[in-house]
Structure formats: C-alpha cells, structure tokens
C-alpha cells in the first residue's frame, strides 16, 4: 500500500486506482524520483527529485487530471536518464514560464466560480495590481524567490510611515495568501518548481513579524479642514482621470474603492444619483449617494472611455488603482512644499493627509456645522446604532443627506466660485 514519504519504497509501487482515490494529505513515492503530492485543498500533482548537475531539483510534472501515472513514469524515466548523462531535463517552459501578471490572469478566470461576489473579485484583483505587479508583474514565474516577496509586503505606503506589512497588516496578509495562490498554481501547472517563495510558515515567518503582534495604523491621516478650500482650488487645476476621480470622492464621501469601480449604469444624472449596490460595498448592503450638482457637473464632463463601463477608468483601461489617487494627492502636497504654501498635513499626526483622511475631514466639517452624528455617519455608509436598532429604522435619510452634501461641497468650492469671480473682474 502507498503512503506518505516514510523510509525506502519500491519503484512502481503505486496503482492508477489509488492515484485516482487518495484523499489524504501527503507525499506517495512511487520511482524514478516521481512523488504524487496531495494538497490540503484535495489538488493532485506530480512531482519529481532529480540531481541535476550536482543540485537537487524538484520538477512539477503537471497535475494528475492531465497526466496519468503512466505518463508521469514515462517522463520520469526520461528526466533521470538525462540527469545521469550529464544533461538538464527541464523543460523549456520553466525557462520560458509565463509572468507573474500572465499567470494572475488565468488563476482568476480560474476562481471565477470561486468568488462569492463581484467585490470580492474586484479586492483580488486590486490588491495584486496595486501592490504585487509593479513590482513582481514582468518576473518570470520560475525567477521568483522570497526576497521577491518580501520586496512587495515591505514597500513603503505613501502617507502612512511605513512599509506595507506594518502600516495595513490586514491588506498586506490577504495580498501575501493571493501571491501564494498564483504561485502554487504555477507549480501544478508546472512552470516553477521547488517551495512556494510566498508561503508563511517555515519561510517569511522568519523575516516578517507576526501579524498578530503588529499594531496597524487605522487612522489615516486627515485633510486640516482650514486647509480644504486650498487644497479643493488646487485639485481643480489638475488634470487626468485620477484628479476626476478624487474630486468626486471628495464632494461624495465615498472610499476610494467605490469610486473606482464605480460604473455608468449605476448612475441617474437626471436624478443626481448614485446607487453603489451592496456586493460593492464594505458593509454589504446597497447604499444611495446623493449628488451635490458640483459632482453632477464633474460626471457630466468625465470622458467615456469607449465600451468601458467604467466611469473612471485607468489610462489604458481596467480599474483606476487606489495608489493612483494617493500619487495625486502626494504631488499636490509636495507642489504645496516646495511653493512654501504650507503643504497638507494631518493636525493630530503631522503626517502628510492620504484620500480616505478626506472622510475625516467630512466628518470633522458635519460637526463643526452642527449636523447630526447619525446623518454624518450614513453618509459615510458607516453602521449607525445598535443591530435592534437598525433593524427598525426604514429610511436612510437621503434628502437630508442631500442637504447636508450640497452644503459640504458649497463649502470645498466656495475659494474656488472667488477665485472665479476675481478673474472675470479683472478682465473686465
């Protein structure tokens, strides 16, 4: 009977009926270096250990729903008899393996069935094109090595003092797992071979600090709100997609990421509404935006990137990634320093203010304006009160909501109305 890796085995000692019925766990020997390895998730694969020019190599085989174990044999009786004539037999495509992007495509046409909504789709994506590919996205899948990995968890996060690991431990946790699956997916699809570079235990265990002993930093730092006015007049005279899309998420409240995967359909500019649905929001519910007629008029001026059904898409199409929006904001507050205009800094951190701060800055304005905690708190699609609570409320203040945005962005673009109106006289 097969089993685990224990001890010497005979060559051939396992059968077609238990490769097609073994469940558990584990690595079963069979000969010539071929090993049939068994995941945790009941994936299958083929693996072979072969000494190539002095060094031990572990060379994926393909899965079993591909390759029968007479033909895993075949190959492996082939490898070694290279290996022992001096030769390499690895093939060409783990020379030649595909990108990291390349192989993220196809792992998530892969999990499509997987994803339990569109939101989660979206994070999966996001999180990797915004953080793994500037990095790791042109490496070849067989050239990635842990000190590859740790590069990305340990990037530095505009705004936030420090690197990605520590300031979003949480984000950075969930991108580390996503790294991993593209990685192991490569492995069975054999265009790599050998440890997962991206796995915890046994490997960034020892060169990361645990997440659960790490404070993360969740107050991000905040507009001044005596600074709002002069920021909003800069933020006007910018151009892009990126400068669109935080204006609008200024005068909106919104975060960044329902901004950036917000889409034309789910828009009435004749009503000065914005329905994001619940699969996109954090809190999983469906949350109407009222639009103050500033962001109405922005829309209005947003150039539709042909079929895309995105209302602020990336210059060469897909979703507008999150650090888009931080590199806006970074460079208005760098012109602001370097033009001695005083730049945009947290008042409690002193750090410099990030766009989800703008919330706060929101926040902060409902206060001093004297509107309610509750009214500010769904606008910015924040639980309000007890379950039991929520549970009988039936309205979710929408007009009064509008009011209060109306005013809000009345406030941002008032400098902006007098600057106007100064040049006018002027050319009078």
Known sequence: MAGKSKGAHKDKQLSAAFVRSVTEPGT??????????????????????????????????????????ADARAKALDNRRVARS????????????????????????????EFSNAKHRLQWRSTLETYALPIIGRMKLSDIEP???????????????????QARTETATRLRRRIEAVLSWATVAGHRSGDNPARWKGNLDHMLPAPSKISE???????????????????????GMAALALSFLALTWARSGEVRAME??????DKAMWVVPARKMKMG???????????????????????????FPAPRGGLLSDMSLSACMRRMHEFSVENDLGGYFDPRSGRPAVPHGLRSTAR??????????????????????EVTERAYRRTDMLERRRAMLAEWANFLTAAQIADRVVRIRRAR
């Open 264 to 269: 034309w359909d789910e828009v009435d500019l």
């Open 28 to 69: 079963y020997i069979d000969g010539n270096g071929l090993m049939l390895k068994v995941d945790k998730s009941g994936a299958k694969r083929w693996v072979q250990r072969l000494m190539v020019s002095g060094a031990r190599v572990d060379m994926g085989l393909g899965p079993v729903s591909l390759v029968s174990l």
């Open 147 to 165: 000190s590859d990995i740790l590069r990305v968890l340990s990037q530095e996060v505009d705004g936030e003092g420090g690197s990605l690991w």
């Open 217 to 239: 930093t969740i107050h991000h730092p905040a507009l001044k709100l005596s600074d709002a006015q002069r920021w909003w007049r800069q933020l006007t005279r910018r151009e």
């Open 86 to 113: 001096g030769g390499d037999p690895r093939p060409e495509k783990v020379a030649v393996a595909p990108s990291f992007t390349e192989a993220m495509e196809k792992v998530l046409a892969r999990k499509e069935a």
């Open 364 to 385: 902060d304005w409902a206060a001093e304006h004297g509107f309610e905690r509750d009214l500010a708190e769904i606008a910015l699609a924040h639980d309000v009160g």
């Open 285 to 311: 519910r469906e949350h109407r935006v009222p639009l103050p007629s500033q962001a109405v008029d922005l829309l209005k001026k947003v150039p539709r990137e042909g079929d895309s059904p995105l209302v």
